[in-house]
């Protein structure tokens, strides 16, 4: 066994000194060239879909992993295949939501290099490392009968249903009030949220409802009805375009139903059904969003693949602009540790001076007028880990797959991560357009809830029954 560890950690370090050289190599060799741009965009595609596949193979099709390759490639890197094949130049990005820009060759190759460095690096941490460990397994008995498991649900089922109504009213709040005017959330954060503070307190408990529901690991049945139930509650937000909240919340469901019940949640022709079906559903909600007109000519490659992926220009521009960013506070890998905490909402001025995220600082930098009208490019976590350096994202790549397998064990453990484990899932299948880091601030918010409600259950006879 331990001979076994031995050669597997060599082999490791051989295979990340190997890349590392590869790295610099073409690190070196970046420049003006077409060309090179086209040999750059190849190996990013050839390195994810290498990746995707083995990680398919090994660790299964709803394995964490996998689904952040999968959502990598929609989110950020998928327009890539269409310039590739369309003989289109990346380099431009016109009328594709942030405006237009225009960039040279040697920012998109430094662009493409670091998506391909962070994909790799991190698929060889997590094959060598974890491969013994796969993470499709069903969990641990203990979560079928054991003494927490009946008293999680009662819980989970009484928060729900007393608190199903402020959803509802939240819902009707929001679908009437961002009908007229949506971007005055963005703007002003809560100041102009349509929902008063009080609704969305006790909305608050509905939705942690639903995360003891899937902390006490119930059967199919029941998981498939909260989760419907849950589901539900957050089609306000999918009416007002929010693919976010549906694409994670799916691919959670997806990840719980393999990680507890069955592996072979759906067969292999349906998951291609399936992913084209999001697909058109993601593009059908832009429209939503943006207010566009349904047309034939929208339902094409590059409304798919670049219209989804854009998030992979955030890169390049602030390559281009990270000179100029005035209210630089602090790394931007640090914002969702400790910008949570501030309690500054919306985008202004006096929110740049305290916070120091991708979307804010960035955007303003950019144009300062659309930043205060309410745009924003959203977050990108390798831009997060760039602004510390092309070491930032080594050491995010390699980082990544211990935060994953750390997650993975304690969810074995903890009742608490499970509890944790929608807002955990759903961070990771989207941070390719978020920040690299959970947040600090939602994980202490839900820690306090939970333990507060665990506190005022236990004081009653429903929690001691379940126990005994």
């Given at each position: 066994m331990n001979y076994t560890f031995q050669t597997k950690t060599i082999s490791y370090i051989i295979e990340v000194i190997i890349s590392l050289v590869i790295l610099f190599i073409e690190y070196v060799i970046i420049n003006d060239n077409s060309n090179m741009t086209a040999f750059f965009e190849v190996?990013?595609?050839?390195?994810?879909?290498?990746?995707?596949?083995?990680?398919?193979?090994?660790?299964?099709?709803?394995?964490?992993?996998?689904?952040?390759?999968?959502?990598?490639?929609?989110?950020?890197?998928?327009?890539?295949?269409?310039?590739?094949?369309?003989?289109?130049?990346?380099?431009?990005?016109?009328?594709?939501?942030?405006?237009?820009?225009?960039?040279?060759?040697?920012?998109?190759?430094?662009?493409?290099?670091?998506?391909a460095i962070f994909i790799w690096l991190s698929f060889v941490t997590y094959k060598h490392k974890f491969s013994t460990n796969p993470t499709n397994n069903v969990l641990i008995e203990k979560y079928k009968t054991g003494q927490y498991g009946q008293a999680y649900f009662k819980i989970g089922k009484f928060l729900m249903?007393?608190?199903?109504?402020?959803?509802?009213?939240?819902?009707?709040?929001?679908?009437?009030?961002?009908?007229?005017?949506?971007?005055?959330?963005?703007?002003?954060?809560?100041?102009?949220?349509?929902?008063?503070?009080?609704?969305?307190?006790?909305?608050?408990?509905?939705?942690i409802g639903y995360f003891f529901i899937i902390a006490s690991k119930p059967d199919k049945k029941l998981f498939k009805q909260y989760s419907s139930l849950y589901f539900f509650s957050i089609i306000p937000d999918i009416i007002l375009g929010?693919?976010?909240?549906?694409?994670?919340?799916?691919?959670?469901?997806?990840?719980?139903?393999?990680?507890?019940?069955?592996?072979?949640?759906?067969?292999?022709?349906?998951?291609i059904l399936a992913v084209i079906g999001l697909l058109l559903i993601f593009q059908g909600m832009e429209f939503i969003r943006d207010g566009m007109t349904l047309s034939k000519s929208h339902f094409s490659l590059t409304s798919f693949l670049v219209g989804q992926s854009v998030s992979f220009y955030i890169l390049p521009i602030y390559i281009t602009y990270s000179g100029s960013i005035l209210y630089y506070h602090y790394p931007f890998i640090l914002y969702n540790i400790i910008g949570g905490f501030s309690g500054y909402?919306?985008?202004?001025?006096?929110?740049?001076?305290?916070?120091?995220?991708?979307?804010?600082?960035?955007?303003?930098?950019?144009?300062?007028?659309?930043?205060?009208?309410?745009?924003?490019?959203?977050?990108?976590?390798?831009?997060?880990?760039?602004?510390?350096?092309?070491?930032g994202v080594i050491l995010g790549a390699i980082f990544l797959p211990y935060m994953l397998r750390f997650f993975e064990k304690k969810i074995n453990s903890s009742h608490f991560w499970l509890f944790m484990s929608l807002m955990i899932v759903s961070h990771f299948v989207t941070f390719s357009r978020g920040s690299y880091f959970p947040s600090l601030y939602l994980i202490v918010k839900y820690f306090i809830f939970y333990q507060f409600i665990l506190g005022i259950f236990k004081l009653t006879k429903m929690y001691k029954s379940y126990r005994e």
């Amino acid at each position: 066994m331990n001979y076994t560890f031995q050669t597997k950690t060599i082999s490791y370090i051989i295979e990340v000194i190997i890349s590392l050289v590869i790295l610099f190599i073409e690190y070196v060799i970046i420049n003006d060239n077409s060309n090179m741009t086209a040999f750059f965009e190849v190996q990013l595609l050839v390195v994810w879909g290498y990746a995707q596949y083995m990680s398919y193979k090994q660790f299964g099709t709803f394995n964490l992993f996998s689904l952040i390759l999968a959502s990598t490639f929609l989110f950020s890197i998928g327009g890539v295949l269409h310039f590739l094949i369309s003989g289109e130049d990346i380099r431009y990005l016109n009328n594709r939501g942030f405006g237009d820009f225009s960039f040279s060759n040697t920012i998109i190759q430094e662009s493409l290099l670091m998506y391909a460095i962070f994909i790799w690096l991190s698929f060889v941490t997590y094959k060598h490392k974890f491969s013994t460990n796969p993470t499709n397994n069903v969990l641990i008995e203990k979560y079928k009968t054991g003494q927490y498991g009946q008293a999680y649900f009662k819980i989970g089922k009484f928060l729900m249903f007393a608190f199903l109504w402020t959803m509802i009213y939240k819902g009707y709040l929001y679908v009437n009030s961002f009908s007229m005017d949506r971007i005055l959330i963005f703007l002003n954060g809560n100041l102009d949220n349509p929902v008063p503070t009080w609704v969305r307190f006790l909305a608050t408990f509905y939705e942690i409802g639903y995360f003891f529901i899937i902390a006490s690991k119930p059967d199919k049945k029941l998981f498939k009805q909260y989760s419907s139930l849950y589901f539900f509650s957050i089609i306000p937000d999918i009416i007002l375009g929010n693919r976010m909240a549906f694409g994670a919340f799916i691919l959670f469901y997806c990840w719980y139903y393999a990680k507890m019940y069955d592996t072979r949640i759906i067969k292999r022709k349906y998951i291609i059904l399936a992913v084209i079906g999001l697909l058109l559903i993601f593009q059908g909600m832009e429209f939503i969003r943006d207010g566009m007109t349904l047309s034939k000519s929208h339902f094409s490659l590059t409304s798919f693949l670049v219209g989804q992926s854009v998030s992979f220009y955030i890169l390049p521009i602030y390559i281009t602009y990270s000179g100029s960013i005035l209210y630089y506070h602090y790394p931007f890998i640090l914002y969702n540790i400790i910008g949570g905490f501030s309690g500054y909402t919306g985008q202004s001025i006096e929110v740049l001076e305290h916070n120091c995220g991708v979307g804010h600082q960035l955007i303003y930098t950019v144009n300062p007028d659309y930043y205060l009208m309410g745009a924003s490019f959203g977050s990108n976590n390798i831009v997060e880990l760039y602004d510390i350096g092309v070491v930032g994202v080594i050491l995010g790549a390699i980082f990544l797959p211990y935060m994953l397998r750390f997650f993975e064990k304690k969810i074995n453990s903890s009742h608490f991560w499970l509890f944790m484990s929608l807002m955990i899932v759903s961070h990771f299948v989207t941070f390719s357009r978020g920040s690299y880091f959970p947040s600090l601030y939602l994980i202490v918010k839900y820690f306090i809830f939970y333990q507060f409600i665990l506190g005022i259950f236990k004081l009653t006879k429903m929690y001691k029954s379940y126990r005994e």
